[in-house]
């Protein structure tokens, strides 16, 4: 996982006319692009890239486990509420993410993982970001990068949203079932579980892709 970094170079132009990321139809989502793209240029190759947060603490859940048939296998059992969230960001075409392990989940650390995303777009290329209308996401104070347009997601639909199963990967693969006994520890362990997933874009890329958002995108 790549540490926080200065920010690069940014516009503030909103992205919508009310100052934020508009809704998108998945039923007709080349129509929608074509409505939010109005600014990029037609020939620029377009990455659609899905972002969300997930919250990574010492309270931690229980996973399937192989056992021996008739035994009662045991997992840890933490009641601590120590925790960090886990910005994450997938382009599922090109099997590449971006991602930071923060202590909130708020405006300024939304806005330090879009710097993050735009850092890891494309050279010479355009993001669609998808995503779901959390606070931080739709709040006007955020500055968003030159080569990144935010689109939201339809409300209460985080089947839309693939990076949803990316935490389920995560947390059934690598985060579950252990104690923390620190920040420090969470972190470090959200680190390294995000940068197992960096290790596998073909992994990334059979979570990821959805045809609705991808068809006639190269």
């Not at 075409?93 to 650390?109: E, H, I, M, N, Y």
């Not at 030159?146 to 935490?167: D, F, Y």
Request: hydrophobic share 40%; aromatic share 8%; charged share 20%.
């Amino acid at each position: 996982m790549t540490a926080p970094r200065t920010t690069p170079r940014t516009s503030r132009h909103p992205p919508s006319p009310q100052g934020g990321p508009r809704r998108t139809d998945t039923k007709n989502f080349a129509r929608t692009l074509e409505a939010h793209l109005g600014r990029v240029a037609r020939r620029k190759p377009i990455e659609i890239w899905f972002q969300d947060e997930a919250r990574i603490g010492q309270k931690n859940g229980l996973v399937r486990q192989w056992a021996r048939r008739g035994t009662r296998p045991t997992q840890p059992a933490d009641q601590r509420y120590e925790s960090a969230y886990l910005f994450g960001a997938i382009c599922p075409a090109r099997g590449v993410v971006a991602g930071l392990a923060l202590p909130f989940a708020d405006t300024q650390a939304m806005q330090l993982h879009i710097d993050e995303i735009a850092l890891h777009v494309a050279k010479g290329a355009h993001a669609v970001l998808l995503l779901d209308r959390a606070g931080w996401h739709t709040t006007g104070a955020l500055v968003w990068p030159k080569n990144i347009t935010p689109i939201l997601l339809p409300s209460r639909s985080p089947e839309l949203n693939p990076v949803e199963q990316v935490w389920q990967f995560l947390r059934a693969n690598f985060l579950s079932n252990r104690v923390f006994e620190t920040y420090d520890d969470i972190i470090e362990a959200s680190c390294e579980a995000w940068n197992r997933l960096v290790a596998q874009p073909q992994t990334i890329t059979s979570i990821g892709m959805r045809e609705w958002a991808h068809i006639g995108q190269s």
